[in-house]
């Protein structure tokens, strides 16, 4: 039987010590006292502990004061705003940014975490990008989390690998948002998803499923619209009205609920009479559409401002052995003119 690989999460936890403090040791800092320092080093030697860090060796010095932030993609509202509360609490706690756009592509995300590594941060703050989510390879995230320093994922995360998260409860705000349809009378609820192959998509589909079933509706899946080319929405929503009863329609993203909006008053429905319409993420065109349109609210300004937080605190106290936590931020709904009053 293959012989499993020793790692510093290995070596960390013998020694009820950080990781950091074990990548210190392994580099001979000056910062690790000399006693713990070879105790370390030869309990390594002795497992054949050998570091994956070629082609360069990552040696953490003294603080930094410097955070990387990977987010998939700019110009979506929820991660600006998401950037935003990063941003606030790194500047009150008198760190710097460097910030890396994925656009969704794995080998960019590689290349901005290597790129990051190299500047010799603190710590690393991301949100994966769609490729690394529908590939489910992980491994530049766990060499990084091997070689000493820690990252916090945020929204979209995995449970493949072991760090500090915090993500918004999709599931529940979907089963929020679709009840609100059932209880305003709606029977015949659609949902629409551009995101359905991240792990927010998914839930957030789980929890619109769980609405219909526990109010004993049927789930159709010819009410279900997973579109995979952001262009292809106008005609899938074009069949979906032409050949089916629909009398609300659930949007798993910004984009996706403007769209909805459009092709809905296009086809001559009035709003919300004849069909509602509830959007995932709280941003500024939701609110400036007619009807302006209720939206999931995802707290994304405070989902990043407590990423920044817990990630300070570890580096800042990092002989300080804690295991990892994961946040949920709980999500609310925005009522607006595109649904019915309770």
């Given at each position: 039987m293959k012989k499993k690989r020793i790692t510093l999460k290995d070596i960390a936890k013998e020694f009820n010590v950080s990781i950091a403090t074990v990548s210190k040791a392994l580099n001979d800092s000056y910062e690790i006292s000399n006693r713990t320092k070879s105790m370390i080093q030869e309990y390594a030697k002795e497992l054949q502990y050998k570091s994956n860090q070629s082609p360069f060796t990552y040696e953490k010095q003294k603080n930094t004061k410097t955070i990387g932030v990977i987010i998939p993609n700019m110009l979506n509202h929820f991660f600006t705003k998401v950037f935003v509360g990063i941003e606030k609490i790194v500047t009150e706690k008198g760190y710097n940014l460097i910030t890396c756009i994925s656009n969704e592509s794995r080998d960019k995300e590689v290349t901005a975490m290597e790129l990051l590594k190299n500047s010799n941060l603190d710590g690393v703050i991301l949100s994966m990008a769609e490729e690394t989510q529908v590939k489910k390879d992980f491994t530049h995230f766990q060499n990084t989390i091997?070689?000493?320093?820690?990252?916090?994922?945020?929204?979209?995360?995995?449970?493949?690998?072991?760090?500090?998260?915090?993500?918004?409860?999709?599931?529940?705000?979907?089963?929020?948002?679709?009840?609100?349809?059932?209880?305003?009378?709606c029977q015949n609820i659609a949902i629409v998803s551009n995101i359905h192959l991240l792990s927010v998509g998914k839930l957030r589909l789980e929890g619109y499923k769980r609405a219909l079933v526990e109010a004993n509706f049927p789930i159709d899946d010819n009410l279900i619209l997973k579109v995979d080319e952001f262009n292809d929405i106008d005609t899938l929503l074009k069949i979906l009205l032409d050949s089916k009863k629909v009398d609300a329609i659930l949007c798993l993203e910004?984009?996706?609920?403007?769209?909805?909006?459009?092709?809905?008053l296009y086809k001559g429905y009035k709003v919300p009479e004849d069909i509602s319409i509830i959007g995932f993420t709280n941003g500024v065109l939701p609110r400036h559409v007619t009807p302006a349109i209720t939206t999931?609210?995802?707290?994304?300004?405070?989902?990043?401002?407590?990423?920044?937080?817990?990630?300070?605190?570890?580096?800042?106290?990092?002989?300080?052995?804690?295991?990892?936590?994961?946040?949920?931020?709980?999500?609310?709904?925005?009522?607006?003119?595109?649904?019915?009053?309770?």
């Open positions: 091997n070689q000493g320093v820690p990252i916090i994922m945020i929204d979209r995360v995995t449970n493949e690998i072991e760090c500090d998260k915090v993500i918004v409860n999709d599931e529940e705000g979907a089963f929020n948002a679709a009840n609100y349809f059932i209880k305003t009378g910004e984009d996706s609920a403007i769209s909805t909006l459009k092709m809905v999931v609210s995802q707290h994304s300004t405070y989902l990043g401002e407590a990423a920044a937080k817990i990630l300070i605190d570890k580096i800042e106290n990092e002989n300080i052995e804690t295991s990892y936590t994961t946040k949920v931020i709980k999500t609310n709904l925005i009522e607006r003119d595109s649904t019915k009053r309770l």
